[in-house]
T-cell receptor, first 116, second 111 residues
Framework: NAGVMQNPRHLVRRRGQEARLRCSPM?????VYWYRQLPEEGLKFMVY????????ESGMPKERFSAEFPKEGPSILRIQQVVRGDSAAYFC??????????????FGPGTRLTVL | ELKVEQNPLFLSMQEGKNYTIYCNYS?????LYWYRQDPGKSLESLFV?????AVKQEGRLMASLDTKARLSTLHITAAVHDLSATYFC???????????FGKGMKLTVNP
């Protein structure tokens, strides 16, 4: 059973460009979470999605950032008009369900975004 | 707002020594996680603690949870160099799906 997959693993963008980060959850998982990690910091929650629904986006910046998890295909975190402050590691996690004891989140390898 | 604090944030210790690190959180929580992260890598799940008094052990690491005190400890026994990494605790707030992370503790074990 493959784990959570993210691509690309490394992404370099110039200021003003768009960044698209992809996350494929573990097989059988329908819940996806995105977190951002700045250098020397812990992870900060950004958004929680289920298929075709954004459940909690309380950690998403109000502008330039968006996320989706379509019926088919991976979850996408999109950052428009990137700025240097967006440089970070972006981790995706997935879980099989919400609530109960079986919703532990499993993390992907992360995408390291560098904005020049 | 749920806050998670870890201390210490940096620890340098000799091989063979023991040490305990702490994770405090501010509001009632469903569960607490400990993760390990090596430089440039993802998070490796170490422990999931679900109830008051829970204690789990894996190798040289033992984690415990006191929900009344809102405190978890991670005890390191007879440290070895391979334990050098950053250790995060994360708390899942009741009724919420998101994890709130501490800043992490960077551990260096010296030969």
């Amino acid at each position: 059973n493959a784990g959570v997959m993210q691509n690309p693993r490394h992404l370099v963008r110039r200021r003003g460009q768009e960044a698209r980060l992809r996350c494929s959850p573990m097989k059988g998982h329908s819940h996806v979470y995105w977190y951002r990690q700045l250098p020397e910091e812990g992870l900060k929650f950004m958004v929680y999605l289920q298929k075709e629904n954004i459940i909690d986006e309380s950690g998403m910046p109000k502008e330039r950032f968006s996320a989706e998890f379509p019926k088919e295909g991976p979850s996408i975190l999109r950052i428009q008009q990137v700025v240097r402050g967006d440089s970070a590691a972006y981790f995706c996690a997935s879980s099989p369900s919400s609530g109960g004891r079986n919703n532990e989140q499993f993390f992907g390898p992360g995408t390291r975004l560098t904005v020049l | 707002e749920l806050k998670v604090e870890q201390n210490p944030l940096f620890l340098s210790m000799q091989e063979g020594k023991n040490y305990t690190i702490y994770c405090n959180y501010s509001t009632t929580s469903d569960r607490l996680y400990w993760y390990r992260q090596d430089p440039g890598k993802s998070l490796e799940s170490l422990f999931v603690l679900l109830s008051n008094g829970a204690v789990k052990q894996e190798g040289r690491l033992m984690a415990s949870l006191d929900t009344k005190a809102r405190l978890s400890t991670l005890h390191i026994t007879a440290a070895v160099h391979d334990l050098s990494a950053t250790y995060f605790c994360a708390v899942e707030r009741r009724g919420s799906e998101k994890l709130v992370f501490g800043k992490g503790m960077k551990l260096t074990v010296n030969p």
